[in-house]
């Protein structure tokens, strides 16, 4: 079921949305070589406490941090180590919530560990475009797939691939709600976009091959070629005026 927000409700929704946006902000200014993935989460968590909101992953479906941090050929849902020290030229996803007054704000970034190689930049770069991308195509009155075909050209033309196995979502008063939000489709196909929306757009794209593997630990997802990806979201609501941000700063 998809819940249709009031403008109320987004005006809530954004106080949530902005602490995740700071909360991301500074957890990336962290990552830096010979930092810990663990020392990036405190970060976190500590930010979005101070702001009087909660760590919306924490403890949901039993993750048991504040942030996912995914470096290189990890996709997503990587777990927080204090054995896990960032190297040189580490590409490293971050990806939180916090929930604030009953709603939830969702985002992700990719950050670079001092000097990346080009390629890992440039894939970071087309990853972070091709987000745009998708939200100038949420716009009242057009489709899911808008949203989708938009993503996966831009990446495609690029060389790029597509992260098919996991896609953004609805998000409001849970973190994840109706529709889901894939970073593939056709124009003009699935659900139709209706002001009052709020969805989180976060295209996960790799170097190499689209498909991915899950790791024993049962969380971290890994490119199954073993290349780079990156990962870019924003929480955003379908308004009768276009997309708006939420997770803006
Ligand atoms: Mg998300």
Redesign the pocket.
């Known amino acids: 079921m998809i819940v249709l927000k009031t403008k109320r409700e987004l005006t809530l929704m954004r106080d949530a949305c902005r602490v995740s946006a700071g909360a991301l902000k500074v957890a990336g200014e962290a990552v830096k070589p010979g930092v810990t993935t663990l020392e990036i989460d405190r970060i976190a968590y500590e930010f979005i406490i101070a702001h009087g909101a909660e760590p919306a992953f924490l403890n949901y479906g039993g993750f048991p941090a504040t942030a996912c941090i995914s470096i290189n050929d990890e996709v997503i849902h990587g777990i927080p180590s204090k054995e896990r020290v960032i190297k040189e030229g580490d590409l490293v996803s971050i990806?939180l919530g916090a929930k604030l007054h009953g709603y939830v704000g969702?985002n992700a970034a990719t950050f670079a560990a001092g000097r990346i190689s080009p390629e890992a930049q440039r894939l970071s770069d087309t990853t972070r475009k091709s987000l745009y991308e998708g939200i100038r195509a949420a716009v009242p009155g057009g489709r899911i797939g808008d949203i989708g075909a938009a993503i996966e050209r831009y990446c495609t033309e690029r060389g790029f691939s597509v992260v098919r196995d996991y896609t953004?979502?609805g998000v409001g008063a849970e973190l994840h709600e109706d529709p889901s939000v894939p970073n593939f489709g056709t124009p003009g196909r699935g659900v139709r976009l209706l002001p009052g929306m709020t969805i989180?757009i976060?295209p996960m794209i790799n170097q190499g091959v689209e498909e991915v593997k899950r790791l024993s630990d049962g969380w971290t997802v890994k490119t199954r070629d073993g290349k780079l990806s990156a990962h870019f979201?924003h929480t955003v609501a379908i308004t009768a005026d276009g997309p708006k941000i939420l997770t803006a700063l």
Do not use: F
């Open positions: 990806d969702d953004g979502h989180a976060e979201e």
